[in-house]
């Protein structure tokens, strides 16, 4: 994988833009239903869709990404999964849910 996914806090562009045509969550948060969050960080949901579907097979769940206010702050002990930007499941499907 080429996230660490053990070290949060990556940072992909200080100017927070993605290359064209991409999927990128700005200070994105990983969450599942069960565990709650476990990573934070900037995504490219393009790019890194191999990482994340091999994430949600080892892990066994289904991985929420949410946006930052969604998993912070008053958030964090309760994500609000019904917010996701992106589901990945251990199938390795992908559900981006664009209205988020």
């Known amino acids: 994988m080429a996230i660490n996914f053990t070290r949060p806090g990556r940072m992909m562009s200080g ?4 290359p064209a045509g991409h999927v990128c969550v700005w200070n994105a948060n990983l969450c599942t239903k069960d565990g709650g969050k476990f990573w934070f960080g900037d995504l490219d949901l393009t790019d ?3 990482d994340l579907k091999a994430l949600a097979a080892e892990k066994g769940c ?3 990404v949410l946006r930052e206010m969604d998993a912070r702050f ?5 994500p609000l999964l019904k917010n996701a930007v992106a589901i990945i499941t251990p199938a390795g499907d ?3 849910n664009e209205a988020a």
């Open 15 to 18: 100017s927070k833009r993605g």
């Open 48 to 50: 890194d869709a191999a």
């Open 62 to 64: 289904d991985i929420y």
């Open 74 to 78: 008053h958030n964090e002990a309760k």
């Open 94 to 96: 992908t559900f981006i």
